[in-house]
């Protein structure tokens, strides 16, 4: 593998009181990186099969949710219990995972399930595109490792041959988004074990383990070109693009407290700036929404949002509009047009003839064409159940 060198820029503070900020840079530290290995502190490692996108802020026309059917997909989709872990699969699927169901595949156009070879020990972290292969951690894996360290190991399952392939060893095992888009590059994390003997696996070394970024909140650019992650405090934003040409910067993000960030198929950023109220207002939260793009390797953002109590739980529409829980109102889901600076309630409650206790927003897909959200029925026990939980989508693109 050639050496190429890659600079890597820490920022300074760059919010300050007005509705658009900008980074600015304060020291420089390069590194090496020869043999597909990165010399750096704490290294983390990236697999790498194949190829740095700019960011474009144009807008589509906006997307009417109050005027779109909703479809009923699946009726008491854990049988009684609630579901958990639900991850998009491939253009038209998800997977999650109950106490009555175990690994569920589900096809949203065809309504079709099918019971996977995995336990609910095992961690879902990725599916390829076609939705053919589950990437995951196993679960009876689990193991010590130089006393406080927990390795698991990861294997990618593929649903058509139930066969299992090993990829890695990893430690602290959690949810992350470890697959990038194209399916050709896998996010370790920080001081893996072993990994696959593939013939075609290329190692290249990530930076930002220096800071003790955290892998949990790793987001891949649509285009696969990179990631974006936070540190251990949430008060930093930082990307890597990969690649011959690639670039790695942090932006430190002064009093913001950046969570739940995820990123448009334009390669714009949005993060949540979660805090807390006076204590008398407690639990509820005033939260802000920022939107945010990389140029010139210069993130500059904007607060478009600002309500009390607005759930972390949120989608971006294919023009750039959010879909999110009002946190506030368990029974809305809330459309934000950032052209009219309206978040009117698109999603209720109500389903027909019958009305429902909640309402839960799971997400867009990843090519934009269904949300996918759930209604709840609350049992009067609500320790013994049974729970009762519709899953529901919207094809966004079905005019």
């Known amino acids: 593998m050639a050496e190429r060198e890659i600079e890597v820029v820490i920022s300074a503070p760059f919010i300050d009181a007005s509705e658009r ?14 043999n597909g290995t990165y010399i750096m502190t704490a290294l983390s490692m990236l697999i790498i099969l194949t190829g740095c996108a700019g960011l474009m802020q144009a807008r589509d026309a906006s997307v009417n949710i109050k005027d779109k059917e909703e479809i009923l997909v699946e009726k008491d989709i854990g049988r009684g219990k609630s579901v958990y872990h639900i991850e998009w699969c491939g253009k038209n699927g998800v997977t999650f995972d109950g106490d009555n169901v175990g690994v569920v595949l589900l096809d ?5 399930k099918m019971q996977t070879g995995l336990t609910r020990e095992d961690t879902i972290l990725s599916c390829t595109l076609d939705g053919k292969k589950i990437l995951y951690l196993d679960g009876e894996s689990s193991r010590i490792y130089e ?3 927990v390795l698991m190991d990861m294997y990618m399952y593929d649903t058509v041959t139930n066969k299992r392939t090993f990829v890695a060893s990893v430690r602290n095992g959690g949810e992350y988004d470890a697959l990038s888009p194209d399916g050709s590059k ?3 994390g920080e001081k893996h074990g072993s990994a696959g003997k593939a013939a075609d696996l290329e190692w290249e070394g990530v930076w930002f383990t220096e800071r003790r970024w955290k892998v949990y909140d790793a987001v891949w650019f649509p285009d696969s070109s990179g990631f974006l992650a936070s540190t251990r405090y949430s008060d930093t934003l930082c990307v890597e693009f990969l690649g011959k040409d690639g670039w790695a910067k942090c932006f430190d993000l002064g009093n913001v407290n ?10 714009n950023i949005y993060f949540v700036d979660e805090r807390n109220v006076e204590e008398e207002e407690w639990p509820l939260k005033k939260n802000s929404f920022y939107r945010c793009a990389v140029k010139d390797r210069e993130l500059s953002c904007e607060r478009i949002l600002e309500e009390y109590d607005v759930a972390p739980f949120y989608g971006i529409l294919p023009n750039g509009d959010i879909i999110f829980q009002d946190g506030g109102n368990d029974r809305c889901i809330r459309q934000f047009t950032t052209d009219s600076k ?3 309630c698109v999603i209720d409650a109500h389903y027909g003839d019958v009305v429902y206790d909640r309402i839960y927003i799971e997400g867009v897909s990843p090519d934009g064409r269904w949300l996918l959200f759930e209604r ?14 519709d899953f529901f989508v919207i094809d966004l693109k079905n005019d």
């Open 108 to 112: 949203l156009l065809t309504k079709e």
């Open 147 to 149: 006393e406080y360290e």
């Open 258 to 267: 950046a969570t739940s960030a995820k990123i448009d198929r334009k390669n």
């Open 342 to 344: 309206d978040a009117r």
């Open 186 to 188: 896998i996010l370790l």
């Open 21 to 34: 900020v900008r980074g600015t840079e304060s020291k420089q530290v390069k590194g090496t990186h020869k």
């Open 376 to 389: 709840h029925n609350v049992p009067e026990n609500v320790a013994e159940g049974p729970w009762r939980e």
